[in-house]
């Protein structure tokens, strides 16, 4: 039988983090270390390449698309920027990059560039895929996945960009690179570009933060972080997102991290108390990442440390019903499994020209979900709880959609019209019990 600690220290109000150590009641003697597992010999995860060190070596069992017999050691490719991306014919978001990537090795046919797409799949199955999604540059089958294990690879997609000596200059994303395709005329010209990141996630890798202020003794290894710290100036410049290590939100004021972490809409918070006003970082990371478990920690955390209760029951509330028109089918636009963002605005968008324009100051809606959680996506517009009463479509239920349109920000009657208009579904009003998350002071603990 395993037991399941929570360990918590708290540093202020700060800095909050929290681990989970797992006891195994066996016959030896297992000690636990604060910060972490079991002191049981574990095999290391693999060390990212540093920024300014020589890339790691690429593996392949075969290259594809490229010069008779080219060598693809870093000597051979001496002189020129290798940007190597790490992709799979399954990933939407890999895929849906490919006709940008495609332009982006145009621009750059005449210069010392070379563009390597490197997956790990059979290449019986890369090569059915190219017959009809053609990729402009070589790609490699990797050897039993060497070279991802080289770059400590984590998600798809990724690109690591190698200077002209050799040198590992840093990692993008095709998307970002594609909408700002002189990062590559400035590793041309002046040899590295500030718009490269040092780690795998935008700026600053939460997995390496944690390795930072925990450092790990080499023989144990956490389990689970949770960390929840005042943003700093830098929180703004950072991407919040997850993969399969866990989640982490940057620079949002403590009720958005509480409906995230709950799993509850915005507009099903009921607040009895004053929330402090600061903005707050979260980093969740699990072994097996972001479990439901483990999101429950990270909201019993946040009520531990800020003295507050959060407490769900079912209220009486008025609400809009998501429901369909007769005779009319529902204006659906299949997703192409992503987003362009811009890094500066944090600002998402399902192509260049919308995210143009929301720069610009127009203001759009924009989601892409399947239709089992369109209610969800629309509750905060709206103003009020929204209740999928769908019933049955035609299309999958699990299928994913975009909806895009614009409407005029902090207004419920005209995203409403604006909804109803471009997606063909009206939101009506009624009562209905909702389930809420109530949040209210904390009962004073009995010593």
Not at 106 to 132: C, G, R
Request: glycine letters at 8%; aromatic letters at 8%; charged letters at 25%.
């Amino acid at each position: 039988m395993d037991l399941i600690g929570f360990i918590a220290e708290v540093s202020g109000m700060n800095a909050v983090k929290a681990s989970v150590v797992r006891c195994m009641f066996i016959s030896t003697v297992v000690t636990v270390s604060a910060f972490g597992g079991p002191a049981l010999a574990q095999k290391a995860p693999p060390e990212p390449p540093k920024v300014g060190q020589p890339a790691p070596a690429l593996g392949f069992v075969r290259l594809l698309q490229a010069p008779a017999e080219p060598k693809v050691d870093w000597a051979s490719l001496r002189g020129k920027v290798v940007v190597v991306e790490f992709w799979a014919t399954w990933c939407g978001p890999c895929v849906q990059s490919i006709p940008g990537m495609n332009k982006l090795e145009a621009v750059y046919q005449n210069d010392p560039i070379v563009f390597v797409h490197i997956t790990d799949e059979k290449e019986s199955v890369v090569t059915e895929f190219l017959k009809k999604t053609p990729i402009h540059g070589w790609v490699g089958i990797d050897d039993g996945g060497k070279t991802f294990t080289n770059y400590a690879v984590h998600g798809l997609p990724k690109i690591a960009v190698v200077g002209k000596d050799g040198t590992f200059l840093g990692w993008q994303d095709p998307r970002f690179l594609i909408l700002e395709p002189d990062i590559l005329k400035q590793v041309l010209t002046t040899g590295s570009s500030d718009r490269l990141w040092s780690t795998q996630g935008e700026h600053e890798d939460p997995l390496a933060s944690v390795a930072r202020q925990h450092p790990s003794d080499g023989k144990t290894q956490n389990l689970c972080d949770i960390i929840i710290r005042r943003s700093d100036t830098s929180s703004a410049n950072r991407a919040s997102g997850g993969d399969s290590s866990g989640e982490w939100i940057f620079d949002r004021p403590l009720r958005k991290h509480i409906a995230n972490f709950c799993g509850v809409q915005s507009t099903r918070i009921i607040d009895t108390v004053s929330l402090p006003e600061d903005h707050y970082d979260v980093i969740a990371l699990g072994e097996h990442g972001a479990t439901p478990a483990i999101r429950e920690a990270v909201c019993r955390l946040i009520g531990a440390t800020f003295e507050l209760a959060l407490v769900r029951e079912k209220r009486l509330m008025d609400v809009y019903l998501l429901q369909t028109l007769p005779r009319r089918e529902p204006t659906l636009t299949p997703s192409w499994g992503g987003a362009y963002t811009d890094k500066d605005t944090g600002f998402m968008a399902p192509s260049p020209e919308i995210l143009e324009r929301m720069k610009n100051g127009e203001h759009y809606f924009f989601a892409a979900c399947p239709l089992s959680l369109l209610a969800d996506a629309v509750s905060r517009p709206a103003g009020k709880p929204v209740i999928s009463e769908l019933g049955e479509l035609p299309q999958k239920a699990d299928d994913v959609y975009s909806f895009c349109f614009p409407y005029p920000r902090g207004d419920g009657a005209a995203f409403r019209k604006a909804f109803e208009k471009n997606v063909g579904l009206p939101l009506t009003p009624a009562k209905r019990e909702v389930e809420v998350l109530v949040i209210r002071p904390a009962e004073p603990a009995v010593r």
